[in-house]
Structure formats: structure tokens, C-alpha cells
């Protein structure tokens, strides 16, 4: 399977703790998005990658967000001192152009 | 006023049936727009992209009226494996044309 991957796929949490999320794009791709999806919404954006540049960045994404794509392949979203409103799906798609985004499964987080 | 307002449903309607769902949105500048498709639990999937002129994709037909910020899908003799959330997508303005702005969805099902 060539698509987009995201590990791990669930993950539950105590309120407090880091999180890490990975994301593996299409391989030729060099654009990488990160968004979050809760119960009866759209998924909202949240930051942007172009190759290893981190172009854009949502007001959603705290300063207890930061997302990384060292090498311009895969990326990491760190949550850090997770609070229960960060329960939700955290999904990545990448693309070629700008629109035709290909989404990975996403990750659903629970915190308790 | 949200960026992208969708009416959430959901629509039943009998197999072979014809359904139409709109959307509008709020930022006039906006460049692209899409449907996505949305299974439960499942990624979004790029349904087909939507244009001025109009375009067809099999059964589907979106289309895009800019002078009013209204976009449409028309699904043709529905089938049971249409059921799913469709999402309404627009990208943003030049400096932000690649992050996609999504409807909170409008949840079609599709019965015998």
C-alpha cells in the first residue's frame, strides 16, 4: 500500500501526558498536512509543510502543539501537557498541488 | 459565519433516486473547491474537484456559481454504497491556497 500512513493508529492517554503522532506521506509528494477531526465536524487544518519548511500554522495550534518534518518525508505532531479537549481524530494528507489532498487513517486520541 | 456552511442532514432516500447538496462559502477569494467523500470512521476521499463550467464524474455532477459562493453535487440513481458524509471543501486565498476549509458535512443514506 502506497498511500499515506499514520502511526499509531489509537491512542489513549492521561491528562498531562505527550503525545507523539507520526505521518508518512506519498512518497513523491512534498506537500504535508496536519488536521483535526471531532465528532459531527469537518476536518480543521492545523499547519502545513512544504518539503521541510513548515509554511503555514492554524491559531488551533497552541504553543502545546509542535510539528516537525526534519528531512521533508515523514512528520511528527508532539501535543504536549494533553488536556481532554485534544480528544479527537489527528489526520495528515499530503499532495502534489495545492487541493488534491490524499489523507493517511488518522490517529483518534482519547485523553482521560 | 462560518467559512463553509453545509446543511448536515442527514438525506434519506430510496436507491435510484436523484439527491442534490449545496454549500456556500464565505471568502470570495477562495480559489479551488472540492467535494470530498467521508465514510464513518474512515478518511476523507477526494470525490472530484468542481469548476465554473460545470463537470460530470459518472453519476456525479458538481458545479460552482461564484457570482453567489455556491457549490453543488447532484447524485444520480443513488446506489447503497453512495451512504456516506460529503464534505464540502474550499481552499483558501494566495497565501493560502493550500489548506483546505471543510463543511461540517452533509450525511447521506441511501435505502432499498
Known amino acids: 500500500d502506497t498511500g499515506v500512513s499514520q502511526n499509531p493508529r489509537h491512542k489513549i492517554t492521561k491528562r498531562g501526558q505527550n503525545v507523539t503522532f507520526r505521518c508518512d506521506p506519498i512518497?513523491?509528494?512534498?506537500?504535508l498536512y496536519w488536521y483535526r477531526q471531532t465528532l459531527g465536524q469537518g476536518p480543521e487544518f492545523l499547519t502545513y509543510?512544504?518539503?521541510?519548511?513548515?509554511?503555514?500554522k492554524s491559531r488551533l495550534l497552541s504553543d502545546r502543539f509542535s510539528a516537525e518534518r526534519p528531512k521533508g518525508s515523514f512528520s511528527t505532531l508532539e501535543i504536549q501537557r494533553t488536556e481532554q479537549g485534544d480528544s479527537a481524530m489527528y489526520l495528515c494528507?499530503?499532495?502534489?498541488?495545492?487541493?488534491?489532498?490524499?489523507f493517511g487513517p488518522g490517529t483518534r486520541l482519547t485523553v482521560t | 459565519r462560518k467559512e463553509v456552511e453545509q446543511d448536515p442532514g442527514p438525506f434519506n432516500v430510496p436507491e435510484g433516486a436523484t439527491v442534490a447538496f449545496n454549500c456556500t462559502y464565505s471568502?470570495?477569494?477562495?480559489?479551488?473547491f472540492f467535494w470530498y467523500r467521508q465514510d464513518c470512521r474512515k478518511e476523507p476521499k477526494l470525490l472530484m474537484s468542481?469548476?465554473?463550467s460545470g463537470n460530470e464524474d459518472g453519476r456525479f455532477t458538481a458545479q460552482l456559481n461564484r457570482a453567489s459562493q455556491y457549490i453543488s453535487l447532484l447524485i444520480r440513481d443513488s446506489k447503497l454504497s453512495d451512504s456516506a458524509t460529503y464534505l464540502c471543501?474550499?481552499?483558501?486565498?494566495?497565501?493560502?491556497?493550500?489548506?483546505?476549509?471543510f463543511g461540517t458535512g452533509t450525511r447521506l443514506q441511501v435505502t432499498l
Open positions: 471543501v474550499v481552499t483558501g486565498s494566495t497565501g493560502t491556497a493550500s489548506k483546505l476549509t
Open positions: 509543510f512544504q518539503n521541510e519548511a513548515q509554511l503555514e
Open positions: 468542481v469548476y465554473s
Open positions: 494528507a499530503s499532495s502534489l498541488v495545492a487541493g488534491e489532498q490524499y
Open positions: 471568502n470570495s477569494a477562495s480559489q479551488s
Open positions: 512518497s513523491e509528494h512534498n506537500r
